[in-house]
């Protein structure tokens, strides 16, 4: 079936512009992380989605950050008057809550 | 703090050999652990998991669980050039906790 889908796959932005990134999860999974990964590092967590629940938004770096998941399927990443240091790999995962992560191809964010 | 822990490497093994990655976890009632692959430019892949004390085998991979000492390993068995890539361990509830990742390179 079908993976984990994510849009644009590449973003090139000026210093200040908004941006908004898609993710659409595999159908049927419940949960969905958003996670951020600059080059050479570690995945780094930014929110986390299940249900109706209210998210974990305890990894967004700062309050310039916001997601929403409408539906309970696709879900938007915002970034508000994006800084170069917001560049980075933006990476989507759905899953059945407690169970394996698959992870969308990514949004390479460019700020310059 | 919730944290997994890996070795950066780089690890490099022979073509053939077995390459044996490790991954320790803090978090006493992680319940269940993962391992993904993440080659350049790509985004992880999901390998193995495993919930149980002890091996679980998938071909030529072998994940190892460990609760007592919070330990976890993969071995890769005959390593490929093509397993040359960045391993992640993950572990926990939910959200997972990531390991920052151990790069392998297999030598031809």
């Known amino acids: 079936g079908a993976g984990v889908s994510q849009s644009p796959s590449n973003k090139v932005t000026e210093k200040g512009k908004d941006v908004e990134l898609r993710c659409d999860p595999i159908?049927?999974?419940?949960?969905l992380y958003w996670y951020r990964q600059s080059l050479g590092q570690g995945l780094e967590f930014l929110i986390y989605?299940?249900?109706?629940?209210?998210?974990?938004k305890s990894g967004l770096p700062s309050d310039r950050f916001s997601a929403e998941r409408t539906g309970g399927s696709v879900s938007t990443l915002t970034i508000q008057r994006t800084q170069q240091e917001d560049s980075a790999v933006y990476l989507c995962?759905?899953?059945?809550?407690?169970?394996?992560?698959?992870f969308g191809p990514g949004t390479r964010l460019t700020v310059t | 703090q919730k944290e997994v822990e890996q070795n950066s490497g780089p690890l490099s093994v022979p073509e053939g050999a077995i390459a044996s990655l490790n991954c320790t976890y803090s978090?006493?009632?992680?319940?269940?652990f993962f391992w993904y692959r993440q080659y350049s430019g790509k985004s992880p892949e999901l390998i193995m998991f495993?919930?149980?004390?002890g091996d679980k085998e998938d071909g030529r991979f072998t994940a190892q669980l460990n609760k007592a000492s919070q330990y976890v390993s993969l071995l890769i068995r005959d390593s490929q050039p093509s397993d040359s890539a960045t391993y992640l361990c993950?572990?926990?509830?939910?959200?997972?906790?990531f390991g920052k990742g151990t790069r392998l390179s297999v030598i031809a």
């Open positions: 989605f299940q249900g109706n629940s209210a998210p974990d």
């Open positions: 159908s049927g999974h419940t949960a």
């Open positions: 495993i919930y149980s004390n």
């Open positions: 995962a759905s899953s059945f809550p407690g169970y394996e992560q698959y």
């Open positions: 993950a572990g926990g509830n939910t959200p997972l906790v």
């Open positions: 978090d006493r009632g992680s319940q269940s």
